[in-house]
């Protein structure tokens, strides 16, 4: 089948745009290219005698770290959802019908993703025996901590709708900041990680609610700028402290403190200022996405924006071990070739990728039996249905937290396989109860 049968029509991309706000539709698929070409550059992998071999190349070029303050993109990913859900909300809707309905078309091609997953480590537990099969799942599921975080913090927008005034927004992002700095603090003093976790909620719920308020339009461009110049620059000083790691991704190093699992009041402020930068610049991004050819890259994109998450690790995985069959790795990062390598990876990884969402992309939009048929918006008015409602949204936050356990414990025994079970049992509950 010809590839361009694959793709949508232009004028059916047109037909479809209505009001959108496509500023924010370029903002989650901007931020999805970075986080895909940065993710195939972070890799060093190739194989040798001894076997695999794999890095990550700020640990072995310490000076590019400053690099990541720009690529780190993921608060546009939550600012985006948060602007989004706040259109999609109408008051007096029921709170968890209308999160279930949120999560109907996002857990969609996760199904799938998991079911593919599951079925690869049962060969592989077969054919490379049990650690082999445990090293891949602890890495197949690691990036579902952004679908765990996601359906929680989604739970607090229409709650972050009453929000009416500027000062209302900015007094609540300050509180956030203030408690993920009392979380850094209670880390340092316990000394462990885990005393951290509470910043998942709080750090990500800033670009959510600069998001919730932008789609208010409580924000003025300018007011916008002035605060991402403060919290820029309150986040070059805590830098300057050497308490926290200057990276803001995973690096493999273990100097400082990681911003990244769990996030820190560093991390806070970079969410602070990249969420505003791009508020100020929504009005000229959203003129340039009314160009029709602009539009329909954006559009078609967004259309299969999960499969594009889900599945570029996998393809980063083809594109670099297809060259090392041909010897042309990217891996050691003094060799005379190695930023050629590494360009060529990038743009063979393209390729895989396209290629890819054209043939599970439409996974995305194939209405599963049961699970995508329409749920009721309901009534808030108290009674036996709201009750229902409120269950059905709880069991939401909890299987967000289950996947949360899976990202982070990975495939690779009971503390993976069951918090996986936990989720999948509460959002098919929460779905009956919907």
């Not at 599921?141 to 927008?157: C, K, M, N, Q, R």
Request: glycine share 8%; proline share 5%; hydrophobic share 60%.
């Amino acid at each position: 089948m010809p590839f361009a049968k694959l793709l949508p029509a232009p004028s059916s991309v047109a037909a479809d745009a209505g009001n959108r706000d496509r500023a924010i539709d370029v903002a989650r698929l901007s931020a999805l290219v970075v986080v895909m070409f940065g993710h195939c550059a972070l890799l060093l992998a190739t194989i040798d005698s001894d076997g695999l071999w794999i890095g990550n190349i700020l640990g072995e070029l310490p000076q590019l770290t400053p690099i990541t303050w720009v690529v780190q993109v993921m608060p546009l990913f939550f600012f985006a959802g948060g602007a989004a859900a706040a259109y999609g909300w109408h008051p007096g809707t029921a709170w968890g019908s209308w999160l279930v309905s949120r999560a109907q078309r996002l857990c969609r091609p996760v199904f799938w993703y998991l079911a593919f997953w599951t079925a690869a480590l049962v060969v592989a537990r077969l054919i490379l025996g049990g650690e082999s099969a445990d090293r891949l799942g602890r890495e197949c599921v690691a990036l579902l901590w952004f679908l765990g975080v996601y359906l929680v913090v989604i739970a607090f927008v229409p709650l972050l709708t009453r929000i009416r005034s500027t000062g209302s927004a900015a007094a609540v992002v300050a509180a956030l900041l203030a408690v993920a700095a009392g979380v850094d603090q209670i880390r340092f003093a316990v000394g462990s990680s885990e005393a951290g976790v509470g910043n998942f909620l709080f750090v990500w719920l800033i670009p959510v609610v600069i998001g919730v308020a932008y789609a208010r339009r409580l924000i003025r461009p300018a007011g916008a700028l002035a605060v991402a110049a403060v919290a820029l620059a309150a986040q070059v000083l805590l830098a300057l402290t050497q308490t926290y790691e200057v990276s803001l991704v995973t690096t493999g190093s273990s100097h400082g403190v990681s911003n990244v699992s769990p996030p820190t009041v560093l991390l806070a402020l970079h969410c602070v200022w990249m969420s505003c930068v791009f508020v100020a610049a929504a009005g000229p991004v959203g003129r340039w996405a009314q160009r029709p050819r602009v539009w329909y890259v954006v559009a078609v994109g967004n259309s299969g924006a999960m499969t594009l998450y889900l599945w570029h690790i996998p393809a980063i995985a083809v594109a670099t071990f297809a060259l090392n069959a041909f010897g042309l790795d990217a891996y050691d990062v003094h060799a005379p070739d190695f930023w050629a390598m590494l360009a060529l990876r990038a743009a063979v990884f393209a390729v895989v990728m396209f290629v890819t969402f054209l043939l599970l992309s439409p996974l995305e939009h194939r209405r599963l039996p049961w699970w995508d048929a329409p749920v009721g918006a309901g009534s808030a008015r108290p009674g036996r249905g709201e009750v229902r409602s409120v269950v059905a949204g709880v069991l939401i936050c909890m299987s967000g937290v289950a996947m949360l356990l899976v990202a982070k414990n990975g495939l690779a025994g009971a503390d993976g396989w069951v918090p996986l079970a936990c989720f999948l049992v509460g959002v098919l509950a929460a779905r009956a109860c919907a």
